[in-house]
């Protein structure tokens, strides 16, 4: 199977800054990545696909990047709202892989 | 609007047995897809497995082959998981989600929590 690796674990940051978070997998999988959202109590959800296309109503503050091996997902000026678990998911693989997620707090 | 309903979920002793049903409405069922995705207390997401359109093909996680397996019935629009020879560790809200085209988790049910205790 494909392992997921993500960091950092969990950062905490202040309204406006910039938020980066880095998902490594340890073999290529051609941008066949997905980033979710996940608050407390909730159902995850998809915010990019493909690496770094878009959801449909997502905010354009979240943008996606990376090939190969090494993805990244940027939140450019972190709101209140953005405090959540974010996981990186590849489906390269009929057998999908999740990242151990990435807890983003508010300060 | 999508819609994925989970049921079934409850507390079970190990070794004992649960079927989830997951409904799909919204979408036309049979030309997706679809998966089910756990979370462990306190833990991140584990992907279980996942069923093609038309049932031929099923992919599993190592850590439950041959003892879950997934199902659907797409006149019933819904999605089953059959869960035998439960342990501790199957302990987890389990969610259903449909994929979308290039197979990513496009839309989650708001899941149903199974518990695996004595």
């Known amino acids: 199977d494909i392992q997921m690796t993500q960091s950092p674990s969990s950062l905490s940051a202040s309204v406006g800054d910039r938020v980066t978070i880095t998902c490594r997998a340890n073999q290529g999988i051609s941008n066949s990545l997905a980033w979710y959202q996940q608050k407390p109590g909730k159902a995850p959800k998809l915010l990019l696909f493909?690496?770094?296309r878009l959801e449909s109503g997502v905010p354009s503050r979240f943008s996606g990047s990376g090939s190969g091996t090494d993805y990244t997902l940027t939140i450019s000026s972190l709101q209140p709202e953005d405090s959540a678990t974010y996981y990186c998911q590849q489906y390269y693989n009929i057998v999908q892989t999740f990242g151990q997620g990435t807890k983003v707090e508010i300060k | 609007e999508v819609q994925l309903m989970e049921s079934g979920g409850g507390l079970v002793q190990p070794g004992g047995s649960l079927r989830l049903s997951c409904a799909a409405s919204?979408?036309?069922?049979?030309?997706?897809?679809m998966n089910w995705v756990r979370q462990a207390p306190g833990k991140g997401l584990e992907w279980v497995a996942n069923i093609k359109q038309d049932g031929s093909e099923k992919n599993y996680v190592d850590s439950v082959k041959g003892r879950l397996t997934i199902s659907r019935d797409n006149a019933k629009n819904s999605l089953y998981l059959q869960m035998n020879s439960l342990r501790a560790e199957d302990t987890a809200v389990y969610y259903c989600?449909?994929?979308?085209?290039?197979?990513?988790?496009?839309?989650w049910g708001q899941g149903t929590l199974v518990t695996v205790s004595s």
């Open positions: 493909a690496a770094s």
């Open positions: 989600a449909r994929a979308g085209a290039k197979l990513e988790l496009r839309d």
């Open positions: 919204g979408f036309t069922f049979n030309t997706y897809w």
